[in-house]
């Protein structure tokens, strides 16, 4: 049981080039988030979904798209990164029941944009 | 939005001894989580407490909703213990999954 794993751990990318960052999880679990950590700012979150083929905005979603096609995968992409999107990624997943549930999270992904 | 205050933002500690962190909201709530960022980055949930008082080990944590805060405890406090505590919240007015951290406090605890 490997819990919630995110691929890369840290990546350095060009301001106006894309990627995707992966999240899998093997709870079965139906509720899947990514939250953005900055200094001082706490954990935001930017998109989650309570199932698969189910997503929804959180509180910062600009300059990323998620999908859910599967129960085990939440991939967040960045179109276009900007280096107002340099942070540390979390994914996180709870089971479900109509309200967020004890959240598992992912080792995190830093992102640095140049 | 709800507003989630944490305080104090900064505690530095001896080994061995206790402490209380203590977390306001603003609104209503159905939940309410706290969590340990350690050293590493790692975020660890502690608790899911919507409502009363729960222990594990050396802590504990009460939520009071309808004075709107909640503690966490952390007793005889070791090296380990050191790293972030966050409280994050569940928004009865809110989308039902949307958690809302506070900014976090900030535990040293040397030996």
């Known amino acids: 049981n490997a819990g919630v794993t995110q691929t890369p751990k840290f990546q350095v990318l060009k301001t106006g080039q894309s990627m995707t960052l992966q999240c899998a999880q093997d709870?079965?679990?139906?509720?899947m988030s990514w939250y953005r950590q900055d200094p001082g700012m706490g954990l935001r979150l930017i998109h989650y979904s309570v199932g698969a083929g189910i997503t929804d905005q959180g509180e910062v979603p600009n300059g990323y798209n998620v999908s859910r096609s599967t129960t085990e995968d939440f991939p967040l992409r960045l179109l276009s990164a900007a280096p107002s999107q340099t942070s540390v990624y979390f994914c996180?997943?709870?089971f479900g029941g109509g309200r967020a549930q004890t959240q598992y999270f992912g080792p995190g992904t830093r992102l640095l944009v140049l | 939005g709800i507003q989630v205050e944490q305080s104090p933002p900064d505690l530095i500690l001896q080994e061995g001894a206790n402490s209380t962190l203590r977390c306001n909201f603003s609104d209503s709530v159905n939940n309410l989580q706290w969590f340990h960022q350690n050293p590493w980055g790692q975020l660890i949930n502690l608790f899911y407490?919507?409502?009363g008082t729960k222990q594990n080990g050396r802590l504990s944590a009460t939520t009071v909703a309808t004075e709107r805060y909640s503690l966490l405890y952390i007793s005889s406090s070791q090296t380990t213990d050191s790293g972030v505590y966050f409280c994050a919240v569940d928004y009865s007015g809110g989308s039902n999954y949307k958690l809302t951290f506070g900014k976090g406090t900030l535990l040293t605890v040397n030996p």
């Open positions: 996180a997943s709870s």
């Open positions: 709870m079965n679990h139906e509720y």
């Open positions: 407490i919507p409502s």
